[in-house]
């Protein structure tokens, strides 16, 4: 039988004051049953509190369930109780917030009712709970409640790398590793492998900011590593823009069908200062680069507790110069395939783009001189500079083929035989008014006509510093399926060139190489 809400509410105070009324035994409770199927009551304690009871004894006293910490309210008091019946106990400690606390109760009720068809008592009390740690942000005013700006950015550069480890990982693995809002000294910890997250500031693309000597120490750590983001502020206008919520309500359509995990999600969510009262649609946003992914070695420049006297300096806080950081740079394929893999990443050999570039064009690495911008004809008194689209296709083909080959590297702005790391420069100036953004963004908007945004997650670029000049650098991964440029046609790649395939060739490439697929 399930609750019937409306009559509940009709009848919600009369029965409290009944209660009240008739409550006799000291030390215990006068209770109202609400439904057939789960033990849920109203209550009344001996000191006349109003409250609600949800039973939970099908759950043995060792489920970890009761391992889980519950909001902690000076109005409401929520807790477990044991003995003849075991229970989530929820009191009304503060008369004043009477109201509210109906108002949360009739919550509860309401989400009971929707998991009627449930038999799993775990699954009950989990929701409950869940709609607990929701609803403590409702008691405070939205003034202390609502996230601050910079507090809206850190959250969603969490929320974005979360949301890239859901890509390699199952997301439970992906959720028990976001720290974060646990108040721990690093955001993520994975294996003994620990991931601080940083917003660049807006002001200085090339500055991060840390608040504590904890935050870049690897005491603990088999591995740490700086990850950068750069979240700028957007318009409505925009289609590339979000808000906090839009990347919330993301991830909760990702764990639709995974309850645990959102039940998971949505403590962390809270915990970390996100509420649903909240609105943040005014705040919209652009994540105008890729991560940046930092190795934090012993020689890392940092303030930790290995090299300050930390009884004496009980804070600190500074600025880091990424553009200081080159050498521990890594790039993001790296490191997030080797979680993939489930390797050790203490291990990783370190590389460095320079390294690969040094080598010279292979099956995996391929050089481009420009992305849009005839360089051979800018000296020509005549010439208009202008995006020449048959460059531009190039880069495209090289991409293409090697997401249906083992997977590779372009570098933008290598000028082949000889080597010379040419730079962007003169066409970032030409074409794209000095903004790496814009030309980003150009790329983005080439995949997308191209290729397609669904098979955005196979691939990465970014802009790195090499040699004091800017370059390129797109990863690409291998695809699991034949991608067709405007799908039509196939590119692939063999030895250090990219090749169209048609016909017979086609279906014996695909045939060969998707074959299990």
């Not at 906090?244 to 991830?251: C, E, H, Q």
């Not at 880091?320 to 890594?330: G, N, Q, V």
């Not at 372009?410 to 903004?435: A, M, R, T, V």
Request: hydrophobic letters at 35%; charged letters at 30%; glycine letters at 4%.
């Amino acid at each position: 039988m399930a609750i019937t809400l409306h009559i509940w509410r009709m009848e919600m105070i009369r029965d409290w004051d009944d209660l009240k009324r008739t409550f006799t035994s000291k030390g215990s409770f006068s209770l109202v049953l609400l439904s057939e199927k789960w033990d849920v009551a109203k209550i009344v304690d001996h000191e006349q509190k109003i409250g609600l009871r949800v039973g939970c004894n099908s759950l043995s006293r060792e489920n970890k369930i009761f391992e889980k910490k519950l909001p902690k309210l000076s109005q409401i008091q929520i807790s477990w109780s044991f003995g003849k019946t075991n229970a989530l106990i929820i009191l009304l400690q503060d008369k004043s917030f009477e109201e509210q606390f109906i108002k949360f109760i009739e919550i509860i009720i309401e989400k009971i009712d929707e998991v009627q068809e449930s038999q799993d008592e775990e699954f009950l009390i989990k929701t409950v709970t869940n709609e607990c740690f929701k609803w403590s942000l409702f008691l405070m005013t939205e003034k202390e409640r609502k996230l601050k700006i910079n507090n809206q950015k850190g959250l969603i550069a969490e929320l974005i790398f979360l949301k890239d480890l859901f890509k390699k990982l199952e997301f439970s693995t992906a959720l028990n590793s976001w720290t974060g809002p646990d108040k721990l000294t690093k955001d993520f910890i994975l294996n003994n492998i620990g991931f601080e997250i940083k917003c660049i500031q807006t002001g200085n693309r090339n500055k991060v900011t840390v608040s504590s000597y904890d935050q870049l120490d690897l005491v603990g750590l088999n591995k740490l590593f700086l990850v950068t983001y750069l979240i700028g502020a957007g318009s409505k206008e925009n289609e590339l823009s979000f808000t906090l919520t839009d990347i919330v309500n993301d991830i909760r359509q990702a764990l639709d069908y995974d309850q645990d995990s959102k039940f998971n999600f949505e403590k962390k969510l809270t915990l970390a200062g996100y509420s649903d009262l909240d609105d943040y649609s005014d705040s919209n946003f652009i994540n105008s680069k890729d991560p940046s992914f930092y190795s934090v070695l012993n020689d890392f420049p940092s303030i930790t507790t290995n090299n300050i006297d930390t009884k004496s300096i009980m804070r600190v806080n500074y600025d880091i110069d990424l553009s200081t950081l080159e050498r521990f740079k890594l790039d993001q394929f790296t490191v997030l395939n080797t979680i993939e893999k489930n390797e050790n990443i203490s291990d990783l050999k370190e590389d460095s783009l320079k390294e690969k570039i040094d080598k010279g064009e292979t099956h995996f690495v391929e050089f481009k001189q420009s992305l849009s911008m005839d360089i051979r004809k800018i000296y020509n008194k005549d010439y208009s500079p202008k995006r020449e689209k048959y460059l531009e296709d190039v880069c495209i083909k090289t991409i293409d083929g090697f997401f249906n080959a083992e997977g590779g590297e372009l570098f933008i702005g290598i000028k082949d035989d000889p080597i010379e790391i040419f730079g962007i420069e003169k066409e970032l100036k030409i074409l794209y008014k000095s903004s790496t953004d814009e030309i980003l963004r150009s790329l983005k908007g080439l995949f997308k006509n191209n290729i397609g945004l669904q098979f955005f997650d196979l691939i990465n670029f970014q802009i790195v510093q090499i040699e004091n000049k800017k370059i390129i650098h797109v990863l690409c991964k291998k695809a699991s399926e034949p991608i067709f440029v405007k799908g039509i046609d196939f590119y692939a790649r063999f030895g250090n060139s990219t090749e169209k395939l048609e016909g017979k060739a086609l279906q014996e490439y695909i045939n060969r190489r998707f074959k299990n697929k």
